[in-house]
């Protein structure tokens, strides 16, 4: 299983960005794929997770509203975007994959992103 995360960079506040997530690798063992974000000195705290069968999203309560996670038909990239980004969006964003959508058990490299004001 191979996890790549592209799009992370610079952008103003109140900019959009959109994040991929590129999947290979068994569909059995990459069932859920989410993407996740960590600041210095903090854990990795969830975003939004989907399912690559069910493609049923789901969001943690502060990303509700404000972040979109998809999954086009070849279902190959997972998309998270965020428009109006603001400076608390900073963080290194993660994408994770795994058979359960409690535990990721494979990650990408991840990508910076970074809010200026």
């Known amino acids: 299983v191979q996890l790549e995360e592209s799009g992370g960079g610079s952008v103003q506040a109140g900019g959009s960005l959109r994040l991929s997530c590129a999947v290979s690798?068994?569909?059995?063992?990459?069932?859920?794929v989410g993407w996740f974000r960590q600041t210095p000195g903090k854990e990795r705290d969830l975003v939004a997770t989907?399912?690559?069968?069910?493609?049923?999203?789901t969001y943690s309560d502060s990303a509700k509203g404000r972040f979109t996670i998809s999954l086009p038909n070849d279902k190959t990239t997972v998309y998270l975007q965020r428009n109006n980004r603001k400076s608390d969006d900073t963080a290194v964003y993660y994408c994770?994959?795994?058979?359960?959508?409690?535990?990721?058990?494979?990650w990408g490299q991840g990508t910076q992103v970074t809010v200026s004001s």
């Open positions: 994770g994959a795994g058979r359960h959508q409690e535990s990721m058990n494979t």
């Open positions: 989907i399912g690559r069968i069910s493609t049923w999203p």
């Open positions: 690798g068994p569909t059995y063992k990459t069932i859920f």
